[in-house]
């Protein structure tokens, strides 16, 4: 093999190399996405048992991104859930759960209470983009597409059993 044969194979090994470690990157980043998503849904459920609703409570529909400072008080109250029931999250200097990727112009986890009982939570993903969940009915936020959620309605047998 000459020279140049071998300094092209070695080339195109490593930019083999970096493609699988950043697609490793990105699943990684989504199992954290939904391992938040989840610990939140739990929290959630807690907040509905100890409240009669989902926060925000006395609201009977709210939906937008949890980290936006505008929605401070509807973190709070989901955050207060968290810390009650999750250990992981008992210490107060545990950060809420955001998107291990977010910035100011990415997008965040968002919360929809669709009814005093319904809710959903979304996030998008890195490695398996599907686009089909979306905030286009919600009011109080910007259209945008998601590619993971857990919804209350699809998953109330599996979680309203004892924690």
């Not at 759960?97 to 997008?107: C, H, I, L, R, V």
Request: charged residues 25%; glycine residues 4%; proline residues 6%.
């Amino acid at each position: 093999m000459d020279k140049f044969s071998l300094g092209f194979a070695l080339i195109l090994l490593a930019a083999g190399s970096v493609l699988l470690l950043q697609k490793n990157d990105k699943q990684a980043r989504d199992t954290i996405r939904k391992h938040h998503l989840a610990d939140m849904e739990r929290s959630l459920y807690v907040a509905r048992r100890a409240h009669g609703e989902f926060p925000p409570y006395h609201t009977p529909t709210w939906c937008g991104t949890v980290s936006d400072t505008k929605n401070a008080a509807i973190k709070a109250e989901i955050e207060a859930a968290l810390r009650s029931q999750n250990e992981k999250y008992a210490n107060p200097a545990k950060p809420f759960p955001t998107d291990p990727a977010f910035t100011e112009t990415s997008q965040d986890y968002f919360y929809w209470k669709r009814s005093p009982t319904m809710m959903e939570i979304y996030a998008t993903l890195e490695a398996d983009k599907t686009g089909d969940k979306n905030s286009r009915l919600c009011a109080n936020a910007q259209p945008a597409a998601f590619d993971y959620g857990l919804s209350s309605i699809l998953r109330e047998d599996t979680l309203t059993s004892p924690l």
